[in-house]
């Protein structure tokens, strides 16, 4: 294991080096479900309305995170006046607060989700997997940018060869080769 200190908070985090054959199992049944989810929607979008498969992913999201807390036991208050008076007993948020509240809800989830789907049924399925593979690149920027971490040549190497990547499966790097 390597520890490493955050910049900021200055915590050491514990990261293993090495995956043993339980992450290997993990990473390929999360590989199968992300990868799937591509292919479920692409079909999806083709017959859906972008609105009803927003609202059936959100709502079998909130199933699945309500049959976690039912499956691990977690009480979760049965009195109706928790659930009322609890959240109005803290402090009002500042407006700066709830502004930034609203704008998450609204540009980074809905309207997110929206366009997302919107651009999936005019672009396909393969055309917006190729941007998720954008967001380790955007995570190194944005983290030496506003956090100050270091960019290193791993970095740079990883950003290249996800560039590769992504004009190996566009099809124009190998369409300039077989055009030749």
């Given at each position: 294991m390597t520890r490493y200190s955050s910049q900021q908070t200055g915590a050491a985090?514990?990261?293993?080096?090495?995956?043993?054959?339980?992450?290997?199992?993990?990473?390929?049944?999360?590989s199968v479900l992300w990868g799937g989810s591509f292919l479920f929607v692409g079909?999806?979008?083709?017959?859906?309305?972008?609105?009803?498969?927003?609202?059936?992913?959100?709502?079998?999201?909130?199933?699945?995170l309500w049959s976690v807390i039912a499956i691990g036991r977690k009480a979760l208050p049965r009195k109706l006046?928790?659930?009322?008076?609890?959240?109005?007993?803290?402090?009002l948020p500042?407006?700066?607060?709830?502004?930034?509240?609203?704008a998450l809800a609204l540009l980074s989830?809905?309207?997110?989700?929206?366009?997302?789907?919107?651009?999936?049924a005019k672009a396909g399925a393969t055309n917006v997997l190729l941007v998720t593979?954008?967001?380790?690149?955007?995570a190194i920027l944005l983290g030496t940018?506003?956090?100050?971490?270091?960019?290193?040549?791993?970095?740079?190497?990883?950003m290249v060869m996800i560039g590769l990547g992504l004009m190996v499966i566009d099809g124009r790097l190998t369409g300039r080769f077989l055009r030749q």
């Open positions: 985090v514990a990261i293993q080096q090495t995956m043993g054959k339980t992450e290997w199992v993990l990473l390929i049944v999360l079909v999806a979008v083709r017959e859906l309305p972008t609105l009803t498969i927003v609202l059936v992913r959100v709502g079998l999201a909130a199933i699945v006046s928790v659930w009322l008076e609890a959240p109005f007993s803290l402090p500042s407006a700066t607060t709830l502004a930034a509240l609203v989830t809905a309207v997110a989700y929206i366009l997302y789907f919107h651009i999936l593979f954008l967001t380790p690149v955007s940018l506003i956090l100050g971490d270091h960019l290193t040549a791993v970095h740079l190497a990883g």
